[in-house]
């Protein structure tokens, strides 16, 4: 199956909070996604790998993706080196996606940092003809993405680009609450973080409204570019 668009998130949730109207924007439009999570986030607080497992493949049913994997990487010690790399280009390379979205280039979580940079890394490898990886037994094509987006998390980053998700946010957030386990103080007996607070909501909203007011919407999602973006007519700009 060919995608053109894949994201490849370091836990499941990172994609339906920071991209998930983008996701739907795109699904709805008749473009085929997919999601690749790098850990069952059993690093986490709250919940059990298998519960977040069924809480993404939930999620994943109402954003209406493709496909959904895990790479089964360890969560919090996974390492952007030969062996992960090797790993994800033979997932890049299958796909064959145009565009890949990643994790925000720096935040709270360091997995999201060295997340970022092992998507980056792969990518780029991915299109290297000499590097060589098979997938059921035959050699794989090289493929490299046309572009590259990374999120934008927890901490701030200026935007090099937002997306319009006004009329797919409600579709966002019912993809982020399936994900009960991380988000609803109620679900459970494991003990509260910041997650489960009120005020986390509130501020993935708000963050979403800050990023829709700077192109006069009501929501949009940002996300930067290591490169410089190129238009062949200054009217293609939405300002």
Request: proline share 3%; charged share 25%.
């Amino acid at each position: 199956m060919k995608l053109d668009i894949l994201v490849l998130a370091a836990h499941p949730d990172d994609a339906e909070l920071s991209c998930g109207g983008t996701i739907a924007s795109h699904t709805s439009a008749g473009k085929k996604v997919g999601i690749i999570d790098f850990t069952r986030g059993e690093m986490g607080t709250r919940g059990t790998p298998e519960t977040r497992e069924e809480e993404a493949q939930a999620s994943s049913r109402i954003l209406n993706v493709s496909v959904r994997e895990n790479m089964g990487f360890a969560d919090g010690f996974f390492k952007n080196d030969e062996d992960h790399q090797l790993k994800l280009i033979t997932k890049i390379r299958q796909y064959q996606p145009d565009i890949v979205i990643a994790n925000a280039v720096r935040d709270r979580h360091p997995d999201h940092g060295r997340g970022a940079e092992l998507c980056r890394d792969a990518c780029f490898k991915s299109g290297l003809r000499m590097i060589k990886t098979t997938w059921n037994g035959e050699t794989q094509s090289d493929w490299r993405p046309k572009q590259v987006w990374h999120m934008i998390q927890s901490v701030y980053i200026k935007p090099d680009l937002v997306v319009d998700v006004s009329e797919h946010w409600n579709t966002k957030m019912d993809a982020v609450r399936c994900f009960k386990s991380q988000f609803d103080a109620s679900e459970g007996d494991d003990p509260g973080t910041f997650l489960t607070t009120p005020i986390f909501m509130k501020f993935i909203e708000a963050r979403a409204q800050e990023f829709g007011h700077a192109i006069g919407v009501a929501y949009g999602e940002g996300y930067t570019n290591d490169k410089q973006l190129g238009v062949s007519s200054l009217f293609d700009m939405k300002l």
